[in-house]
């Protein structure tokens, strides 16, 4: 096996290290003389050398041996932790954040060496007279046994005695090599495989125990030992086992046989002993061992899982809208166990696509610390619901929408320090970042305290790039104006930057929002601050849904936007501002006929003597939609239109029927 078996855990790994530095380096920056974090750093920083050298990724490597440095430095207490110094090695994190891409997309890395920062690196190791934290290798407990007693040797077969005793007159060295893991180590044998391969750089393994196979299904705790032949001294197997990272402890020792010619009669009634006992072993071992394994899964693969699920549930309605064979009791209970299986199976598949808001979240604190030094301001995040879970799907089209509202608070919200000392407010603005679930939904807020949008200037702005007319601009409510923040183009921005200001971002944040089936609101007080509330649907695959037939066409409604269904007569709608509405509990809720908007052509132009209409919910506001009949509830799969009909309003997606027949599902945003 080459090192290309083990670039995914090498990917995986080196990205869990990133994030782990980006968040001790923000932890250090609060609090320079925490040394625990300092140490955990150079822990990491060490472990990235070690990953990457053993990988073969030199100039990975290279850059992370003087992050070392400069952070033994730091450790040592020869030099302070200052701004400038973070500010270098979060650009050391970016430069490896590049490699890594480049070894994700091309399997090697940048061709970028990042001259210019290691130049940095060194400048400031020579100028605080420090030297490199890699010249005394091996940390504080490598142990090298020189005759000391305790140290058990491993028995040696006839073969592997005969091969010693060459290698001996031949003046080359055979150690014994005790190696024991990080009990922290998951990829036991991945580990493993690393260090057989940073062995057989420098000699040949004559003897494993465990044997290999065992190292390869990871059949032993954290320890194991090897017999090597070589020419090295033992220090070279020092200092490589070192660089590599979750290696807890290395014993080096020349190695004296266990086996001589005396036992050679027994060797063969021994050796089928062994075997024997250790067959009987293993066979206890497997009722002992209980284990948590986790697999990686491509998520192509397990879209296919989920659009075979979707099938499953297409078929099961279809043979549940047979007429002929509903009256079969055999065959009803069928059908409803076949229900059961195929919702269990959906909510199975469901959570296996599940993954933490976390895995957005945690590049936030980083991305807000630049945008304060940049503007030269205060600001603390507030992160709460890391752990909330959403579809996988959901997850990777959120980020962006996320970014533009963090990035307008810093920008636009939050006011420089000496404003909100004028204004009694502490220096340090705040940003509140919360997710939790609701019922079907997940809902993300996004919260500053600072300066509020100004209802005039939002005013002002619309009327100058002419998105409203200056007669109508006054007259329009607040939530409308807070509307016009949403239309494309709007920004009140005086002046462009590489942060606000380009008049791109919060329509480009709705329409992605209202993409994934989600909505967003807003609220804001001038000089208390802005909530921007986000909700999204657990899934885009499956949902439950309210049949409705507008004429002869039948259309689906999600049952998570649907709050009541009413009846009401047709005297019951008024007209407010040339809009029709009706008043339901003493609420105002504005009425869409769908057979107009949808254009459905009227069979019956007869008035109706009751209406049916069917509330639905965008955020916390109500919309009614008239329509003719009620089918039920029931479960469908969102198919989508494709290119040819994509970005039609109104419309969200198409589901099948019982019957076969293809039911178009209404986007409540749009519509509403």
Do not use: W
Request: charged share 30%.
């Amino acid at each position: 096996m080459g090192k290309e078996q083990y670039i995914e855990v090498f990917i995986e790994e080196t990205r869990e290290h990133l994030q782990n530095l980006t968040q001790m380096l923000l932890q250090l920056e609060k609090n320079p003389e925490d040394k625990e974090t300092i140490n955990e750093i150079f822990r990491s920083a060490h472990t990235l050398k070690g990953m990457s050298g053993t990988m073969g990724f030199e100039s990975m490597s290279g850059l992370t041996h003087k992050m070392e440095d400069v952070l033994d430095l730091i450790r040592t207490d020869k030099i302070m932790v200052e701004p400038y110094i973070v500010d270098l090695l979060f650009k050391c994190l970016d430069s490896l954040e590049e490699h890594l891409e480049s070894i994700i997309s091309t399997g090697n890395e940048s061709d970028n060496k990042y001259i210019k920062i290691i130049e940095l690196l060194e400048k400031l190791i020579s100028e605080s007279g420090g030297s490199s934290a890699a010249k005394g290798h091996a940390p504080g407990n490598a142990r090298i046994k020189n005759g000391e007693t305790g140290f058990e040797f491993l028995k040696a077969d006839e073969y592997e005695y005969g091969v010693i005793m060459k290698a001996r007159e031949m003046g080359m060295n055979v150690f014994q090599i005790n190696v024991t893991l990080d009990k922290g180590c998951l990829l036991k044998s991945a580990r493993t495989f690393i260090v057989f391969q940073a062995l057989e750089k420098h000699s040949e393994i004559i003897k494993a125990e465990p044997p290999v196979e065992d190292l390869e299904d990871e059949k032993f705790d954290f320890e194991f030992s090897v017999i090597v032949v070589t020419s090295k001294p033992k220090e070279v197997f020092i200092d490589a086992l070192y660089s590599i990272s979750e290696i807890e402890k290395v014993e080096v020792e020349l190695y004296t046989p266990r086996y001589s010619p005396q036992q050679k009669q027994d060797s063969y009634q021994s050796l089928a002993h062994d075997a024997d006992t250790k067959a009987s072993a293993d066979d206890t071992a497997k009722n002992r061992l209980i284990t948590s394994k986790t697999v990686r899964v491509d998520i192509e693969r397990l879209d296919v899982l989920m659009n075979l699920v979707s099938e499953l549930i297409i078929l099961k309605t279809r043979l549940g809208g047979i007429p002929s064979l509903q009256t079969s009791g055999e065959f009803v209970e069928s059908i409803e166990y076949l229900e059961r299986v195929a919702t269990n199976l959906h909510n199975a598949v469901m959570k296996v696509r599940m993954v933490t808001l976390e895995k957005v979240f945690s590049s936030f604190p980083r991305m807000i610390r630049d945008i304060a030094r940049e503007l030269n301001k205060k600001i603390n995040l507030v992160m709460s619901g890391e752990k909330t879970e959403l579809d996988r799907t959901v997850i990777d089209e959120i980020g962006e929408p996320l970014i533009h509202i963090l990035r307008n608070a810093a920008y636009h919200g939050l006011e420089p320090a000496e404003v909100r000392k004028k204004m009694n407010k502490p220096e340090e603005g705040n940003i509140y970042l919360r997710a939790y679930q609701v019922g079907n939904s997940v809902v993300i807020e996004i919260e500053d305290d600072g300066q509020g949008l100004d209802m005039d200037a939002i005013r002002k702005t619309a009327i100058e790039k002419g998105l409203i007319k200056e007669e109508y601009a006054f007259s329009l409510s607040r939530e409308e104006v807070m509307e016009l923040i949403f239309t494309p183009g709007f920004s009140t921005a005086k002046e462009v930057s590489d942060l606000s200001g380009r008049g791109v971002g919060l329509d480009v944040v709705k329409t992605k929002i209202e993409s994934m089936s989600g909505s967003i609101e807003m609220e804001t007080e001038k000089g208390r601050g802005t909530k921007f509330t986000i909700r999204l649907p657990l899934t885009l695959a499956i949902i439950q849904a309210l049949l409705v037939q507008v004429v002869n066409e039948k259309y689906a409604i999600p049952l998570n936007s649907t709050s009541q269904i009413v009846k009401i007569k047709p005297s019951e709608i008024r007209n407010i501002q040339k809009r029709e509405v009706i008043l339901l509990r003493d609420q105002v809720i504005p009425v869409i006929r769908l057979d107009s908007v949808l254009e459905v052509p009227e069979e019956n132009t007869s008035e109706k003597k009751e209406l049916t209409v069917v509330t639905v919910k965008k955020g916390e506001k109500l919309s009614g939609f008239i329509v003719d009949k009620v089918l039920g509830q029931q479960e469908i799969v969102i198919k989508s239109l494709g290119k040819l009909c994509s970005g039609i309003k109104c419309i969200a997606g198409a589901t099948i029927l019982g019957d076969g027949n293809v039911a178009l599902i209404l986007d409540i945003n749009s519509l509403a």
